[in-house]
């Protein structure tokens, strides 16, 4: 990864990179790059982390504005030998301040804004690394343009099982974990398969691939390695949610392959109703992070101009990367009640998965729900500085996901929740299915399941408010369930990648955080 894009521009890859927004640690260079330009960005900061302090082996941590260039920044400290460490500027400057703790990097490279809230919560997030860089000058650190010309070092190399890369968990239910993957983990048995040249899913030579992502979480590395490795005509790089900013660079370039996160096609959701929507070239929508509802699937998919667009849906976890997969068509997305929401199929070759009881371990027969065990080559190698958390997750080869599923007779996948987000009646997954369904003006629909009494459900809408006749109307037939609570999107708490953190959510409802789940296996 260190020279992932070295190499190439050495194969002449002609790739075109389009920004929303200039690089926070190049704005000089603009909204419009190349391979090449890329290579030696890449390569120029391997010298900054050097004369920063970073050595080979050592910790270094990125906790700046989310953009790309954070996984830019990741590749050039890979090329300096350094262990890189993806944070989000999402989290609180307590909890950042936890995983700092842990990490005990050699470098940290952060920005005014972030360093500024932490402030503002009380806390310096400075303090933790032996040198804190910014990328505008801030008092108390190193700013990025002192290092500017510093000599990169030749690219250092390591074993394909020696840690590559530290990313964290989204941290819905708590301080995140610090995820460890090796080379071989999220490089050889996730980007490499990423990137074959799979018919319908695999990228193609004259594609425009779009992405709406979370910048620090381990699927924009992977992404990043697969992507450039597969040398598409143009890249377009989205880091707002706000649809009246992205919509121009979309239609400019309208792209055949659309990646974003849940959040992402929640928020951009009104551009596919407008004349000139900027999904009109769309073979191939992808969503990972978590679930994304029947009525988003099914406008997208329709504002598509294709004849038989796709939709990609991936289930899995930071730890292992996707575990299952569904392709979605514009007849699979008809309104449907179940039981569950469908996940798909165990990957192939790559996954195998068992449903058990969670009080015994004993497998559970087919239409049962159970706890989901996994086996995959991805599996992460360690929390960092949580080794017993992620021993007790182990049973043999297998992984303990926390998750609560149905499997099919056919083999396939049905999620019912977290098994510490779950109900003593149904799924909340697949009830918030069914209320997205039934009230069209809702942006998204949670279901926070609490301890000895009825679910709490929450509608998030434009303005905050919902008519008594549309939860009538919603509600029916619908297991028990407490009244609704309206909000708008900004008063729901999320993680980076747009994640509700419902505890943190029913503890600001409620008071609580007792949950009917046990919470073992977070």
């Not at 490279?109 to 972030?114: K, L």
């Not at 989204?170 to 490089?187: A, E, N, Q």
Request: proline share 8%; charged share 25%; glycine share 8%.
């Amino acid at each position: 990864m260190g020279v992932l894009f070295e190499q190439a521009s050495a194969r002449g890859r002609t790739t075109t990179i389009h920004l929303d927004r200039p690089f926070d640690i190049a704005p000089e260079t603009g909204l419009r790059h190349d391979v090449t330009a890329l290579a030696e960005l890449v390569r120029a900061a391997s010298g900054w982390w050097v004369a920063a302090g970073a050595r080979p082996g050592g910790r270094v941590a990125i906790l700046k504005d989310d953009h790309w260039d954070v996984d830019l920044l990741a590749c050039a400290a890979i090329r300096a030998g350094a262990v890189p460490a993806k944070l989000s500027p999402h989290l609180s400057a307590e909890t950042a301040s936890a995983l700092l703790k842990r990490l005990e990097p050699d470098v940290l490279v952060t920005s005014p804004r972030v360093l500024g809230r932490g402030v503002a919560e009380g806390v310096d997030l400075a303090s933790f690394a032996r040198t804190t860089v910014s990328t505008a000058p801030a008092p108390g650190t190193v700013s990025l343009d002192e290092l500017r010309g510093s000599a990169p070092p030749e690219p250092q190399r390591r074993d394909d099982d020696a840690p590559l890369i530290i990313t964290h968990s989204s941290g819905t239910t708590g301080v995140p974990k610090l995820v460890v993957h090796s080379t071989r983990t999220i490089i050889g048995n996730l980007a490499r398969f990423e990137a074959l040249p799979t018919p319908v899913v695999g990228l193609r030579r004259d594609d425009v691939v779009a992405t709406a992502s979370g910048y620090a979480h381990g699927r924009t590395f992977s992404w990043t390695a697969a992507t450039i490795a597969a040398a598409p005509a143009e890249i377009v790089v989205l880091t707002s949610q706000d649809p009246d900013r992205v919509d121009p660079l979309l239609r400019e370039h309208p792209p055949t392959v659309f990646e974003g996160l849940p959040s992402a096609f929640v928020r951009f959701k009104p551009l596919t109703a407008r004349l000139a929507n900027p999904f009109r070239r769309v073979r191939l929508f992808i969503s990972t992070y978590d679930a994304v509802h029947p009525p988003t699937l099914r406008a997208y998919l329709r504002a598509s101009g294709r004849k038989h667009p796709v939709w990609l849906d991936g289930w899995g976890q930071t730890e292992t990367g996707p575990l299952t997969f569904r392709l979605h068509h514009r007849s699979s997305v008809q309104r449907r009640r179940a039981r569950a929401h469908p996940a798909g199929r165990p990957v192939p070759v790559k996954t195998r998965l068992r449903v058990v009881d969670p009080a015994t371990f004993h497998p559970v027969r087919p239409g049962e729900a159970g706890l989901v065990l996994a086996r995959t080559r991805a599996l992460c190698l360690d929390y960092l500085g949580e080794t017993e958390r992620y021993a007790a997750k182990k049973r043999g080869q297998w992984w303990n996901t926390g998750d609560l599923a149905i499997r099919g007779r056919d083999g396939s996948v049905h999620l019912v929740d977290r098994e510490v987000d779950c109900v003593a009646e149904g799924s909340c997954l697949a009830t918030e299915d069914t209320l997205e369904e039934r009230l069209p003006h809702a942006l998204e629909c949670v279901l926070l399941a609490r301890a000895e009494h009825p679910p709490l459900p929450v509608v998030v809408t434009a303005d905050g408010t919902l008519s008594e006749h549309a939860w009538r109307h919603a509600c029916h037939g619908l297991p028990e369930m407490a009244d609704p609570v309206a909000l708008t999107w900004d008063d729901v708490p999320r993680t980076g990648t747009g994640k509700v953190r419902r505890l943190a959510l029913l503890d600001r409802l409620t008071g609580s955080t007792d949950t009917y789940g046990t919470g073992r296996w977070t």
